[in-house]
């Protein structure tokens, strides 16, 4: 069985590149699933994507598929800021993962410096822009690879 990976994107994601381009870049959640798909695969692994505007229906996911997943890139939105019952699913199913933000929390709103996840999460990867997802998905094929 190969190595299951999972790409996690949290509330409005849906709306990459045509959302405030000029913070989270011009391309589509669909162009970053590809290319983070085919990196995995190209790797011997396989990736598992999932978007959703709804906080429950992201701890369904996880609490479904995380047990079985190996590693996660988990993009939680707003949710990121607000949302202790993510937080509690990824530890329930012992889920590690890395904290991606397209663009730079610390350099905007006070309110988007605090994270919920951060403390339980392997590491942040944050204001790299979509290229960052690869950067987490480089990260993860290494790990696994060891
Ligand atoms: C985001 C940053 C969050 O503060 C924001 O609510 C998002 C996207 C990012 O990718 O930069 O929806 O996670």
Sequence with gaps: MSAKILLINGPNLNLLGTREPELYGGASLADIEEQVKAYFEESGMTCLCFQSNHEGAIIDFIQAEGPSAEH????AGALTHTSIGLRDAISGVRLRFIELHISNVYARE?????????????????GLGPQG?????????????E
């Design 72 to 75: 996660a890139i988990i993009n």
């Design 133 to 145: 997802y690869l950067t987490a998905a480089a990260h993860i094929a290494a790990l696994i690879g």
């Design 110 to 126: 006070p309110f988007r410096h605090h994270s919920y996840l951060s403390d339980v999460a392997e590491g942040v990867i944050a």
